[in-house]
């Protein structure tokens, strides 16, 4: 394990502390010998003899009136080497009477390594904590499992063969600062991580977090449904907790090889989707928007321009949208004329001219399977839709 080093700040910290137990000026010294903390503001930066002796020869040293006049940059007192898991990082000085400073020296010392403990921890902990995100940034990007990223998540105590759904947060931009945004972001993460939830999560950008959850249910099975639920769930737990407002949208579930990465990439297409279709919404589903989802790849190429080209022409001769919300109604009633007509309250004759004007302006045969689908997956892909 990599010896922990000793910074200024933490050094000054320790300097604090400490000197609420003992009326004396304390000094702290890295594994150099150098001064990173003291009470003494002027002294930080001096190399500290009487430190160089304490960590050359691994004791507590004391140093009086006599042996001070002969090192240079040291005051009389007592200076004791402060370790981690047995290995010395520095060394911590208290000014004045050794005499009188050697039954508050090891209290001292105690106290000042504690804190060093404390912050090794926390250190190892935020490690961590950079490495599972880094683990799961390369999940979501990683067509296969390679044995470099299956090493690496044992090494953190992750089972990579475990199946998992992914789940997109993104927050509203532009609400705080940079700063304020992040560490409302982590608290987002701490909140998914809370109560374990066996969830790996990893901050993609300042607006945007992803969830890998645990895919199958306690009887080994996929359960949408139950995970509708769970999302449902954690989407009040975070607009209670945080001040973020926040959309969260859920992918499809792919078991084996590279499922994770797809599942990634269908609730990133989800959100888009689910944030230009239904923009009053803040969760999403896969399955709810499927169709779309799966076309979504096309926008931009030939394919979806020789889609949507019926559809155009509809829309450059039809001003006011009429005719095109009567198609759209008529799709969504299942191109069932009697509810169609209800929804648009019209009458089933008006209904008919519409559709017979959708076939002239379109030319395709809305009594034509075929003819109708084009038109329904135009609609799919139009960004008015």
């Known amino acids: 394990m990599a010896t922990y080093h000793l910074d200024a700040k933490l050094a000054q910290e320790i300097v604090a502390r400490t000197m609420q137990i003992i009326d004396s000026n304390i000094n702290v010294m890295d594994a150099r010998g150098r001064i990173i903390g003291s009470g003494d503001e002027e002294r930080v930066g001096e190399l500290h003899e009487g430190a160089l002796l304490a960590l050359s020869q691994a004791r507590v040293v004391d140093i009086d009136d006599g042996v001070a006049r002969h090192l240079h940059g040291v005051r009389p007192g007592i200076n004791l080497p402060l370790k981690i898991d047995g290995n010395i990082v520095g060394v911590i000085g208290l000014t004045g009477n050794p005499s009188q400073l050697r039954q508050f020296g090891e209290l001292v010392c105690m106290t000042a390594e504690m804190m060093l403990e404390q912050a090794r921890l926390l250190h190892m902990l935020a490690q961590d904590s950079r490495l599972r995100e880094e683990l799961v940034l390369n999940l979501i990007r990683a067509e296969e499992v390679t044995p470099a990223l299956i090493e690496w998540a044992q090494r953190l105590g992750i089972d990579i063969n475990q199946p998992r759904v992914a789940a997109v947060v993104e927050v509203d931009s532009g609400q705080f600062g940079v700063d304020s945004a992040m ?22 950008s300042l607006t945007e ?69 239904l923009p009053e919404q803040r969760r999403y589903f896969y ?31 039809d001003n006011n949208g009429l005719l095109r919300r009567t198609l759209i109604a008529w799709f969504r009633h299942n191109v069932q004329p009697t509810p169609t007509s209800k929804a648009l309250f019209i009458h089933r004759n008006t209904l008919e001219y519409r559709l017979n004007r959708i076939s002239e302006m379109t030319g395709l045969d809305l009594a034509n399977f075929d003819d109708r689908l084009l038109l329904y997956i135009a609609l799919q892909l139009d960004d008015e839709a």
């Open 287 to 317: 399955p709810d928007l499927m169709l779309p989802v799966l076309l979504d790849s096309l926008r931009g190429g030939w394919q979806a321009s020789e889609l949507v080209r019926p559809l155009a022409k509809l829309k450059a001769m």
């Open 183 to 204: 560490a409302e972001l982590q608290q987002l993460q701490t909140l998914l991580t809370t109560p374990e939830r066996d969830n790996l999560i990893a901050i993609v």
């Open 209 to 277: 977090m992803v969830v890998l959850k645990p895919a199958l249910n306690s009887h080994g099975r996929w359960d949408a449904e139950e995970h509708r639920r769970r999302v449902d769930t954690l989407f009040s737990r975070m607009t209670e907790s945080s001040r973020l407002r926040v959309r969260i949208a859920l992918g499809n579930f792919f078991p084996g090889a590279g499922g994770i990465a797809r599942s990634w990439r269908t609730a990133r297409t989800t959100m888009s989707v689910g944030k230009q279709r």
